[in-house]
């Protein structure tokens, strides 16, 4: 058997900064002419990645404080719940007030209307912790993300029991709810992935689908960026943020054939040239 590695190869197209973390993939050429190549590798293409316990700011976020930030703290948290994760804590203690710190981060070589033409998924792990006592109303803690015009954003708080309650919002804070019943009060992954199809998005959660045809809302504005932490709204709040990812491209099923491969090679070439002419 022969093993190629392919990852250097994908550095060469697509590295344009510190915070484009790429994908990895080993490409195993076996005597059938197939190869075999992990899920979610060659194709999907992740380019912004918050991590672990890692301060936002080292991996290239922008804090963004509101106001004074006071009674908003920030902080790394390890071991959380003794389950061997890893967490960046925003922890937002005003209700009622206009204070908060989020990090917010872009890609300015990136095409938005290109991206819409695309699948893509914005991904995040966390813990929500603190339940507002009040009118779940203007949300505070979250993450989402801004293509052009239109934002896709979520919230969350707790029902009484721990259970997460996740708002998919729709301007000023407020949004659809919905309610995670029987999720308990641990770490869950949310996922938004987009069809360009139906230029709509379908809400996953632990892998689970709970809300198909999101459209997020239209806002004033152009670019790419993303953005999570506690949003200056009325509610407080807390989140413990394992992760944050936007990948575009979609999964690689197993075994793919060299033809596939060629595919998910050329998507990234003609990613890399879309940026080299941009910069040039």
């Known amino acids: 058997m022969i093993t190629i590695n392919i990852v250097s190869q994908l550095t060469n197209l697509l590295k344009k900064r510190s ?7 080993t490409i195993s050429i076996l005597a059938t002419s197939f190869l075999t190549i992990n899920p979610r590798s060659v194709s999907a293409v992740t380019l912004i990645l918050h991590e672990g316990a890692n301060n936002p700011v080292d991996e290239g976020w922008t804090k ?8 908003v703290t920030v902080n ?12 960046w804590s925003v922890d937002d203690n005003v209700r009622g007030g206009q204070s908060g710190i989020y990090y917010v981060t872009g890609v300015a ?3 938005a209307t290109e991206v819409l033409t695309q699948e893509w998924t914005l991904t995040g792990r966390l813990r929500v912790i603190d339940r507002y006592t009040g009118t779940f109303g203007l949300a ?6 801004r293509l052009n015009n239109r934002i896709w ?18 301007g000023g804070g407020a949004g659809r709810d919905i309610n995670l019943t029987g999720f308990g009060n641990g770490y869950h992954t949310y996922e938004l992935s987009y069809d360009p199809e139906t230029v709509s998005t379908t809400l996953t959660v632990n892998g689970m689908e709970m809300f198909t045809n999101y459209t997020g809302f239209s806002s004033p504005g152009n670019g790419v960026g993303f ?5 200056s709204n009325y509610d407080d709040g807390q ?11 979609q999964a690689v099923p197993e075994p793919l054939t060299i033809l596939g491969a060629g595919t998910a090679v050329s998507f990234g070439v003609a990613f890399k040239r879309k940026l080299r002419h941009k910069k040039s």
Request: net charge negative.
């Open 19 to 25: 915070n484009f973390i790429q994908p990895l993939a």
């Open 64 to 71: 963004r404080v509101v106001s004074s930030g006071n009674n």
């Open 76 to 87: 790394p948290v390890i071991d959380d719940l003794g389950l061997g994760i890893d967490a």
């Open 109 to 111: 070589d990136l095409d």
């Open 140 to 145: 505070s803690i979250g993450f989402g993300m």
């Open 153 to 170: 954003q979520l919230f969350f708080t707790q029902a009484s029991n721990g259970d997460p309650i996740v708002r998919l919002g729709t």
């Open 227 to 231: 953005s999570f932490g506690s949003y």
């Open 239 to 249: 989140g413990n943020y394992n992760l944050i990812k936007f990948e575009v491209g």
